[in-house]
């Protein structure tokens, strides 16, 4: 079985711009989470996505946004990059239950200048 | 907000030895989950062990056990006959029941296995 997919691996952008990542999750999960992880901030919970309704959201502006599609990959857009925006972008997919265990991809680094 | 607390941001243990990593969880939750996770250098997350706060046992998982302490808000890591491969981070995470997939992650602890 295929794990968790991230696109891209490494990504360099400017203040100002905007990116898309993308996940795909494990066949036949439903949920997918995103995590930012910074040296200053540690892990911290973006959105959750099941079933193409964002379920859960952590506490970041309006700039992170995200979607889910009906193959339940997703994708995480922010805009207006911020020098601080540079970071690991983890996502993570499970069934959706609650408590079930969550598959982490690879990470895409994001590096804003 | 109800936090994760790893109090020790680095650790060395010898190899194939045991070692202890501590986690503490703030909740007023009845119903929890508690996980442990490795990240090596590559930045993978790994999934290692869960707890449910209403397992009666303390989880194992090979050579990972955890030590539930439901009233002290306590759920340590312990890692048995350590392994130069066990170098890495490792972060202690919660999940709320309703809240679904909305985890909580402490800041980490980096254990170093010498040889």
């Known amino acids: 079985k295929a794990g968790v997919t991230q696109t891209p691996r490494y990504l360099i952008k400017t203040r100002g711009q905007q990116v898309t990542l993308s996940c795909s999750p494990i066949?036949?999960?439903?949920?997918v989470s995103w995590y930012q992880q910074t040296p200053g901030q540690g892990l911290q919970f973006l959105f959750e996505?099941?079933?193409?309704?964002?379920?859960n959201k952590g506490n970041f502006p309006g700039r992170f946004s995200g979607r889910q599609f009906s193959n339940s990959r997703s994708e995480m857009n922010v805009s207006t990059l911020e020098l601080g925006d540079s970071a690991l972008y983890l996502c993570?997919?499970?069934?959706?239950?609650?408590?079930?265990?969550?598959?982490f991809g690879p990470g895409t680094r994001l590096t804003v200048t | 907000a109800q936090k994760i607390t790893q109090t020790q941001p680095g650790m060395f243990v010898q190899e194939k030895e045991a070692v202890t990593l501590d986690c503490t969880y703030d909740t007023s939750d009845q119903s929890y989950g508690l996980f442990w996770y490795k990240q090596p250098s590559s930045g993978e997350m790994i999934f290692l062990i869960y707890q449910g706060s209403y397992d009666e046992q303390n989880a194992t998982e090979g050579r990972y056990s955890l030590n539930f302490q439901k009233a002290r808000k306590s759920a340590n890591l312990v890692i048995s006959a350590s392994q130069l491969g066990d170098s890495a981070m490792y972060f202690c995470?919660?999940?709320?029941?309703?809240?679904?997939?909305?985890?909580?992650f402490g800041t980490g602890t980096k254990l170093q296995v010498i040889p």
């Open positions: 993570a997919s499970s069934l959706g239950g609650d408590a079930d265990e969550q598959y």
């Open positions: 066949s036949g999960h439903r949920s």
């Open positions: 996505y099941f079933s193409e309704t964002q379920r």
């Open positions: 995470a919660r999940e709320n029941s309703g809240g679904y997939q909305k985890v909580t």
